[in-house]
């Protein structure tokens, strides 16, 4: 039931999206076709500007609506084979365009937080924020022995409007998985609790913090990736203090060219942390966006805001990395295949018209040079053919696909001749190497035999205890009466199947032989066949009838 501030909250939205000239939309679903005649008694649809594309009226709906359905728009922005092309490329631009909030706020949910005045806790405060998001800002700020550090302060009161927005949109999901019919395929339902989880996330800053220091340890040492020190003593679930670190921000092209920095090796760079993150540690930054995204003057990158975070199961990581290098060797069979195998889509699907749509929208753009394949897009293209197949969206995939066209676009926006296929297939190859094979096989036995070591002396004492219960009668074994008794009934029927088989087999075979014996003088002929062999062989042909198995049996 919708309570009188969503109520409120949907009246105001409803006006937006009529305000910007988006009562076609709606008007133009399933379920409000009939009303379409309505648009005509709208007086104020002759004072909007029709001849603004409808891609820029919903982005512009979205940033009025305010911070929630901008992260949502941006969410949605990478998932092109749910959207037209058109309004995906105008909602990637969705920013978070937030108004910071007053630092003497800030300052009072600091102190709150710590119970005690600020200057117990930092020597300098800057009470102009840094920078400003949805979620939180971002304060510069000096401990007390000296240290650098910034401050991550979440907005006062943010958390109810999130959920008001949140409960809202499951609504508004609901309607679509209902009346839309390509409502039950793409599920809106699971990507609005994607979406929350995300979201919810985001507002333990604890969390971030943790996030921030698992990618700062897969990391320690090298030079590809640098994410800056938590100070845990002063961090709180709506406060984080983190090392502050400088750079030149990744989108400034031409202070990187300045500072002498490769940009084809810094590109290159880029998707190896990427491959890295997904594959190796299965924890990746997923919100690699260039203003969380700095580059060291010596060319190393630096990573801020670990709010969002991704991870895959092991089975999707397979399946991911069999499909990326079946892409790279045009194996199409293969990719379809291994949508079947992972049931992303529907099992009884034939694979010969699936790989036979996938080379259709493949081989063209494999045509083209390396350095203009964008393998972001190819998969978008994969997932917009796979719907005929009624390919089902897949929640956990969602961060992937946006990190995946996040990295490649910084890529490519570097170094435009970046070859994404040459930088990534040799370590997703030596990657397939040790999770299968021989090297996979020696790697487990490496990692377990420590285990074993430590289990090997307790097994000879092990092994004397239950031979020793089993001596004195004191060895149970755990199981369902029920189902012993029924593997139990299931057992003398086999036993008595197979005595009746043998008997009428050999009944049979005795009549047989009577009738082949020379020296067989039968006391009575029935149809030129001795009696004993007519009851003999009548007798085999019952006994083998009767016990033969029957129904489910």
């Known amino acids: 039931m919708i309570r009188p501030g969503q109520a409120m909250r949907l009246l105001y939205i409803s006006w937006t999206l009529v305000r910007h000239g988006?009562?076609?939309?709606?008007l133009a679903t399933h379920l409000f076709r009939p009303l379409r005649f309505l648009r005509w008694l709208m007086w104020w649809r002759l004072l909007q500007h029709r001849e603004i594309a409808r891609g820029i009226r919903i982005r512009r709906t979205l940033e009025d609506l305010g911070p929630i359905f901008v992260k949502?728009?941006?969410?949605?922005?990478?998932?092109?084979?749910?959207?037209?092309d058109d309004i995906a490329e105008e909602l990637a631009k969705l920013q978070d365009r937030v108004p910071?909030?007053?630092?003497?706020?800030?300052?009072a949910i600091i102190e709150k937080a710590y119970r005690?005045?600020?200057?117990?806790?930092?020597?300098?405060?800057?009470?102009?924020p840094l920078a400003s998001a949805s979620i939180a800002q971002v304060h510069v700020a000096k401990l007390l022995d000296g240290t650098e550090?910034?401050?991550?302060?979440?907005?006062?009161?943010?958390?109810?409007?999130?959920?008001?927005?949140?409960?809202?949109?499951?609504?508004?999901?609901?309607?679509?998985?209902?009346?839309?019919?390509?409502?039950?395929?793409?599920?809106?339902?699971?990507?609005?609790?994607e979406f929350e989880k995300n979201l919810i996330d985001e507002l333990d800053l604890m969390r971030e913090a943790a996030s921030a220091t698992q990618i700062r340890r897969n990391f320690q040492g090298s030079e590809l990736l640098y994410v800056p020190e938590i100070h845990w003593h002063h961090c709180r679930k709506n406060v984080m203090v983190m090392e502050r670190i400088s750079g030149i921000p990744i989108g400034n092209i031409d202070q990187i060219r300045e500072a002498g920095i490769d940009l084809k090796a810094l590109s290159a760079r880029g998707v190896e942390i990427f491959f890295t993150q997904v594959f190796r540690h299965n924890f990746f930054h997923?919100?690699?966006?260039?203003?969380?995204?700095?580059?060291?003057?010596?060319?190393?990158?630096?990573a801020v805001d670990f709010g969002i975070v991704g991870t895959l199961s092991q089975e999707d990581q397979r399946y991911l990395a069999e499909n990326f290098l079946a892409f790279f060797h045009r194996d199409y069979h293969r990719?379809?295949?291994?949508?079947?195998?992972?049931?992303?889509?529907?099992?009884?699907?034939?694979?010969?018209?699936?790989?036979?749509?996938?080379?259709?929208?493949?081989?063209?753009?494999?045509?083209?040079?390396?350095?203009?394949?964008?393998?972001?897009?190819?998969?978008?293209?994969?997932?917009?053919?796979?719907?005929?197949?009624?390919?089902?969206?897949?929640?956990?995939?969602?961060l992937l696909q946006k990190t995946l066209l996040n990295i490649e676009g910084l890529g490519r926006q570097l170094y435009p001749e970046l070859d994404l296929w040459a930088t990534a297939k040799p370590f997703l190859e030596r990657w397939m190497s040790e999770q299968i094979g021989v090297r996979a096989f020696a790697n487990r036995l490496k990692e377990n035999v420590p285990q074993w070591g430590e289990k090997l002396p307790e097994i000879p004492s092990l092994i004397h205890d239950v031979l020793l219960q089993a001596k004195t009668g004191k060895l149970k074994v755990d199981a369902n009466r029920e189902e012993l008794e029924a593997i139990r009934r299931e057992i003398r029927r086999a036993n008595q199947r197979t005595f009746f088989a043998i008997l009428g087999s050999s009944l049979?075979?005795?009549?047989?032989?009577?009738?082949?014996?020379?020296?067989?003088?039968?006391?009575?002929?029935?149809y030129g066949i001795g009696v004993e062999s007519w009851v003999l062989g009548i007798l085999g042909i019952y006994t083998l009838y009767s016990n033969w198995p029957q129904g489910r049996d």
């Open 508 to 526: 049979i075979l005795g009549a047989t032989v009577m009738m082949a014996l020379d020296g067989y003088a039968p006391a009575r002929m029935v």
């Open 286 to 302: 997923a919100d690699m966006h260039p203003g969380n995204i700095f580059v060291s003057p010596r060319g190393q990158y630096l």
């Open 335 to 398: 990719v379809a295949e291994l949508h079947v195998e992972s049931g992303w889509v529907p099992h009884d699907t034939r694979v010969d018209e699936f790989e036979a749509a996938i080379r259709t929208v493949c081989e063209p753009i494999f045509e083209r040079p390396l350095a203009e394949i964008s393998f972001g897009q190819l998969l978008l293209r994969l997932f917009q053919t796979a719907r005929r197949f009624n390919m089902e969206v897949q929640p956990q995939l969602v």
């Open 100 to 107: 910071p909030f007053p630092g003497e706020s800030a300052v």
């Open 72 to 84: 949502f728009g941006q969410i949605l922005s990478t998932r092109r084979d749910l959207l037209p």
């Open 22 to 26: 988006l009562d076609d939309l709606i």
């Open 149 to 193: 550090v910034v401050v991550k302060v979440l907005r006062p009161s943010i958390e109810p409007v999130i959920r008001r927005d949140i409960g809202l949109l499951y609504i508004l999901a609901d309607k679509l998985q209902r009346y839309w019919r390509e409502g039950r395929r793409l599920r809106p339902v699971d990507v609005v609790a």
């Open 116 to 128: 005690q005045p600020l200057e117990k806790v930092f020597a300098e405060f800057d009470r102009t």
